[in-house]
């Protein structure tokens, strides 16, 4: 077998043995019994909630299973395609399965990102808060950037962008933006990018073109459905109303209008622009119950959640990340130490690798490699 052809059927193997952790492989056929059991009771619908989700969830299961029972499959089938090839010197039967493998490749790799995100909350909408910090003009143009570069991953995803309120910088960029991602997944995807970002470049507002350190933080939070129940007490909060503007995008919507809702209890302050005072108060408050709800996501995942718990101010010793532009081009996690010298493609939206990078380290606290070797 040609190196190429071993190194996709090595990747394959990998992204096989991070799904079989996922899927907890050992126990998936008795799970499998207890759903078959529970969905033939006669009682079962009627609790029609707790029958849906308990449909759903088999059917995951059940998808899941399918899954990397096919993917195995079809590997062991091209190995032996290749094989069979090579012993009867058959060009086109190895370059036909060799093409197999590394289509694949490419599905065992999604489907390995796709079983990272099984988190209660993954596959909601998300809230994308950005805040300029330590850097003056300099962090706020960073912030732009940072927006700019989310909105862009965004799209490419498919997913849909709200922008839900603006404030800008004095000379340049903005000081913060508050944007609603609407998509399956969507939280999933970017719950690993709260935290704060670093940026080291030549200032394009300094004369002497010197290289300047930037702060930006970015808080990430799920929008909660309405299977997630959050109480808040009125005599809690106070809502003010105010206009706002700011420039948006191809697929980002802004009005004139908005609305900040304040929790006393907390200090979390929210704000909505949108096209009447009736919406702006629904979705202000969805954003302030999927703050509170976020809150008590990492209440019960401290030492998962340990990082963006002690993330602190937009400033130095803080970072999860650095994009370093001058004197070398760097993008570095310095969660997972994943990097890429591909600074353009990662502003440009190009953040598949990072995000994945940070979903594998979260599983059992390990690195992808941890995780793999365990098995």
């Not at 910088?169 to 935290?195: D, P, R």
């Not at 900040?260 to 005072?277: A, D, F, L, M």
């Not at 760097?330 to 440009?348: A, F, P, W």
Request: with cysteine; hydrophobic share 35%; charged share 30%.
């Amino acid at each position: 077998m040609r190196a190429e052809a071993q190194n996709n059927v090595d990747k394959i193997e990998k992204s096989l043995e991070l799904l079989r952790q996922r899927l907890d492989w050992d126990t998936a056929p008795h799970r499998l019994e207890e759903f078959n059991a529970r969905v033939e009771d006669p009682n079962l619908w009627d609790d029609p909630e707790a029958a849906q989700k308990l449909m759903r969830d088999r059917q995951m299961l059940v998808d899941a299973m399918e899954t990397y029972t096919s993917i195995k499959q079809e590997m062991a089938d091209n190995v032996e395609m290749i094989e069979l090839g090579e012993m009867e010197d058959d060009a086109e039967v190895v370059a036909d399965a060799e093409g197999a493998l590394a289509v694949l490749t490419e599905k065992a790799a999604k489907k390995e990102l796709e079983a990272l995100l099984d988190g209660e909350a993954d596959a909601n909408d998300t809230f994308l808060e950005i805040n300029s910090g330590a850097g003056g003009t300099e962090s706020c143009d960073w912030a732009s950037m940072l927006a700019r570069m989310y909105v862009r991953w965004a799209e490419a995803h498919g997913y849909d962008v709200e922008l839900q309120s603006e404030s800008a910088g004095e000379e340049a960029g903005i000081k913060s933006a508050a944007y609603k991602i609407s998509g399956h997944n969507a939280y999933g995807w970017l719950k690993s990018e709260s935290g704060v970002h670093r940026l080291v470049r030549i200032s394009p507002f300094d004369s002497a073109a010197k290289r300047h350190t930037s702060f930006t933080s970015v808080k990430v939070y799920p929008v909660v459905d309405d299977n997630i129940e959050i109480e808040v007490n009125p005599a809690d909060i106070r809502i003010d109303t105010y206009r706002s503007s700011g420039a948006g995008g191809q697929h980002v919507n802004t009005t004139d209008s908005a609305v900040r809702i304040t929790h006393h209890p907390t200090g979390i302050v929210v704000t909505s622009s949108e096209k009447s005072q009736h919406q702006n108060r629904d979705i202000a408050m969805k954003a302030l119950k999927s703050r509170l709800y976020q809150m008590e996501l990492d209440k019960r995942s401290a030492l998962v959640n340990e990082v963006h718990e002690n993330a602190g101010d937009a400033g130095w010793g803080n970072q999860i990340r650095s994009y370093v532009l001058q004197p070398y081009q760097m993008v570095k996690d310095l969660r997972t130490n994943y990097e890429t010298s591909d600074t353009k493609g990662v502003l440009d939206g190009d953040l598949d690798g990072l995000m994945a990078a940070t979903l594998a380290l979260q599983v059992s606290g390990k690195s992808r490699a941890d995780a793999q070797g365990d098995v």
